[in-house]
């Protein structure tokens, strides 16, 4: 026992430490970006593009100057360069834009030191358009913040005044600007003493300080929109329907090295507009590489990627921050099979070595937790490691997937993500439903099968189990919440109430989306009410069973509109469903069809995270174009090969542990310690609360007892979400079964857990109960040496080194006192913790 206490004291500290690194980490990150490295001696210069073509007296140009150094690399020189120009059909600012000032044909010169180029620049029209609101006003709003959710683009608007959400809507807006307070935003005699102008530039009371200094770029556009009447032109012919990005490619060679960005803006009548000035720029990895004007800096060695916004348009940059790699030498090994060659690939190209490969013993608890969530039994681990045959890997991936263990644990996992809960479903309903999952895996059924099944279920919750999804989401816009982050890994609950801030989908999109469930209703059984116990111990009455039913008639409202809406599918196209059928059968036919974009990748990204603890797109559920894969390659494989397979997903999960790359060591060397993304090594992850709670009933011998259920039951076979009487899963993370998204399940190591584990009952009970696994070691076994490597072997499924059980010293107590706190101490340790 004073060991216990001892080791307490130790294991707290552990715990806090990462928090201490964690706030250290913080604490350098916000240090002052590295200096700019000296660049090498360049022998030419190019520009990007390599000519200009200016339409007419608005359109402005900037170009990229790169040097070229003797070895054949690019750099970003437009700071250093001085661009003039003889020619009178242009002029040059001291921003480095050219305009057009006459019509013909010009040339800019573009010098550093002795070296030259030139650029051919074509001015098509150099007279001055009118400005207009749609393609100049509404792109200054937005950049100046104005339509943003934290100034007048708020649900509520500000002080009054509303503006659509970064600019979505801009008929809304143009009425806003020109109607509201009868007009007087507009002073048409004196423009200048406009409120449109006196606000932002905080010449009168403004609470949004002052986004537009008087006299810039931005205050003239404004300014001469009103001057020449506050004109609207039709936003389907003159809002951008593209956004081009330049250059192709973003690689910085060291930290501190910048690269320009210039955005183009592609419109339906074939007309291109430089809109670099006025695009929002951001990056995903501050870390990483950060954006100001345009301007991408490396911070740190990694990959990032720049989301380009620009009025409804969206594009994404990726930056690679290379950093010193003096010494690295690529060594080639074994590829195991098609996982492994993009991964190599895509190490070679961040100069990354990956880690070698882990032992049996490491091995073996790592499938065993992946594929059956339990760890494997002594007997189990010592017969794999005497077996010396090349296949045994192989072997035992298989004999792992065809168990029952195997369907178990994943019917758990989908119990989670399909929401099998009483509150909503009842006590039958969450048994009903869970045996209907796990039957589905255990047949193997295949994925797009699954999901057909799922969502064209109608009839009796207890006679067509799957149909009880629909009753725990229930609602129209929860069912289009839920449908496309569970199987397209897309969060459609953002462009609810509006246009994505940050994406391609629209308001529109998501009631088309749900227009495809807008008949779907539920009934009340012939079998009534039941009463259950909440989570709170509380009595309450939920549905008995329920008939899910399509209606003759329903629509879903655009509130915006208020006109009915007609399902149409986001992306791609599906069958017009017949006037009288039923509408989701169009609609499943699109979401599990082989070509959807969406489905075969979402589900294959999916399972990769369970198997390397994230994803190739992370988070999981938020697949956008701001959240590019860390290596697209290797998910258009693994979708590919899904989609081969006839959407087997076992067939899926065993590639993947077949792979080198799965069974790679968490230990790092030199060239990946700072990798974290692109799986040059394995990545410890805490065992889920269910996974713990069998580890401690395999290592100890005593199961879990569950109120109210059979005794011997595994965490995983319990069925809801809510455990009555039972905290040590829900510390753990064990989901209530309320939402779609993978977050709700906690996976996270605080003191609270820390504590739980060194004084908490769950372990405590375990060790101590009678005739346990334990106590019948040391009665059985006489060889204390024995005595530890069973328990080792239980607890950690490897067995003790020679200085391991040099430290054991029986001396210090009973042998079983010593034999239990040697378990619980293995209990506590980073080990037994996680899956590693």
């Known amino acids: 026992m004073k060991r216990r206490i001892l080791l307490s004291l ?47 007296g608005r359109d402005e140009r900037r170009v990229l100057v790169w040097g070229e150094s003797a070895s054949g690399q690019r750099f970003d020189v437009t700071d250093d360069a001085v661009l003039k120009s003889e020619s009178p059909e242009i002029e040059i600012d001291n921003t480095g834009y050219i305009r057009p000032k006459g019509q013909g044909q010009a040339e800019v010169t573009v010098a550093i030191g002795t070296l030259k180029t030139k ?19 509404q792109p200054v709003l937005s950049k100046l913040g104005c339509n943003a959710g934290t100034c007048h683009g708020a649900a509520k608007g500000k002080n009054g005044f509303k503006l659509s959400l970064r600019g979505y809507d801009p008929e809304f807006d143009y009425q806003a600007l020109i109607n509201d307070l009868s007009g007087r935003r507009f002073n048409r005699v004196n423009v200048d003493e406009s409120l449109m102008l006196l606000k932002p530039t905080a010449e009168v009371p403004h609470e949004g300080r002052q986004p537009l200094k008087p006299g810039s770029r931005e205050y003239h556009v404004l300014s001469q929109w009103i001057t020449e009447g506050t004109k609207f032109e039709d936003p389907a012919t003159n809002r951008a329907q593209s956004i081009e990005v330049l250059p192709s490619d973003v690689e910085l060679d060291l930290p501190g090295r910048s690269q320009h960005l210039l955005v183009l803006a592609h419109y339906p009548d074939g007309s291109v507009r430089e809109v670099t000035r006025d695009a929002i720029l951001s990056s995903n990895n501050g870390d990483v590489a950060e954006v100001k004007e345009a301007v991408v800096t490396g911070l740190r060695r990694g990959e990032a990627a720049v989301l380009v916004r620009y009025e409804g348009c969206y594009a994404t940059k990726l930056v690679t921050v290379m950093g010193d790699r ?137 006679l067509n ?27 459609f609950n953002c462009n609810k109430c509006h246009d994505h801030p940050f994406e391609k989908w629209t308001q529109r ?42 209606k003759d008639d329903g629509e879903v409202q655009n509130p915006r509109t208020g006109m009915d809406v007609h399902p149409k599918v986001p992306v791609g196209e599906a069958a017009e469903p017949a006037k009288d059928a039923d509408r989701r059968a169009a609609f499943v036919n699109w979401l599990a069809s082989k070509d959807n974009p969406y489905f ?40 590919d090969d899904f989609v081969q397979s006839g959407f087997d997903v076992r067939h899926l999960m ?17 060239w990946n310690e700072d990798d974290n993304v692109n799986f040059s090594h394995a990545i410890p992850r805490r065992l889920s609360a269910e996974q713990m709670m069998d580890a401690i009933a395999i290592a100890t011998g005593d199961r879990p007892k569950f109120k109210g259920m059979p005794s011997g039951m595994r965490p995983a076979e319990l069925p809801d979400g809510i455990v009555a009487g039972n905290d040590f899963l829900a510390l753990f993370g064990r989901p209530k079964r309320q939402s779609a998204c993978e977050c709700e399940r906690t996976s996270n190591v605080t003191l609270a857990h820390a504590l739980n584990l060194i004084n908490g009952t769950t372990i405590s009970d375990s060790l101590s109960a009678p005739a346990n696994r334990i106590a019948k070691i040391v009665e059985g076994e006489k060889d204390d040496q024995k005595v530890v490597e069973d328990i080792y072997f239980s607890v950690l499924n490897r067995p003790p080194t020679d200085k391991e059980l040099a430290t054991v010293d029986f001396s210090t107590g009973t042998r079983l006192e010593v034999a239990q706190d040697l378990t619980w101490a293995l209990m506590n340790s980073p080990a037994f913790l996680f899956n590693r």
Request: glycine share 4%.
């Open 10 to 56: 130790a294991l707290v500290a552990i715990v806090a430490l990462p928090h201490v690194r964690a706030a250290q980490n913080t604490a350098a990150n916000k240090a002052a970006p590295p200096p700019r490295p000296a660049l090498p001696p360049l022998r030419s210069l190019k520009t990007e593009p390599a000519s200009l073509t200016l339409d007419d």
């Open 119 to 137: 650029v051919p620049v074509t001015i098509r029209d150099a007279a001055v358009p009118e400005i207009h609101f749609v393609r100049d006003v």
């Open 326 to 462: 003096t010494g690295y030498k690529w060594q080639e090994m074994a590829e195991y099979n098609y996982i492994d060659q993009f991964v190599d690939a895509k190490l070679k190209k961040m100069k990354t070595l990956p880690s070698e490969l882990c032992t049996d013993a490491e091995f073996i608890r790592r499938v065993s937790l992946d594929l059956t969530g339990l760890p494997p039994t002594p007997e189990r681990v010592r017969a794999f490691l005497s077996d010396k045959t090349k296949e045994k890997r192989e072997k035992l991936i298989d004999v792992l997937l065809a168990g029952d263990d195997y369907n178990e644990f994943w019917a758990n996992k989908w119990a989670d993500l399909l929401q099998c809960n009483s509150e909503h479903l009842g006590e039958k309903g969450v048994w009903v439903f869970h045996d209907w999952i796990k039957q589905s895996l255990a047949r193997n059924k295949p994925y797009d099968k699954f999901v057909r099944e799922l969502l064209l279920a109608e009839g009796s919750s207890y």
């Open 465 to 491: 189990p799957e149909v009880n999804y629909y009753r725990a989401l229930r609602d129209p816009g929860k069912i289009t919440e839920d449908v496309s982050q569970t199987f397209l890994g897309v969060r």
């Open 509 to 550: 999109q998501y009631y088309e989306f749900g227009a495809y469930f807008a008949r779907l209703a539920i009934k009340r059984g012939s079998l009534g009410k039941e009463n259950i116990r909440s989570f709170t111990g509380d009595l309450m009455q939920v549905p008995g069973e329920e008939i899910v039913y399509l």
């Open 600 to 639: 075969a990748e979402a589900m294959a990204n999916r399972t990769w995270s369970y198997f390397f603890g994230r994803g190739i797109i992370d988070p999981v559920d938020d697949i956008r174009g701001s959240n590019p894969p860390s290596n697209p390659e290797l998910l258009d494989a693994l979708k």
């Open 654 to 670: 065993r590639n993947i542990c077949l792979s080198r790359t799965y069974q790679l060591s968490i230990n790092k060397n030199k």
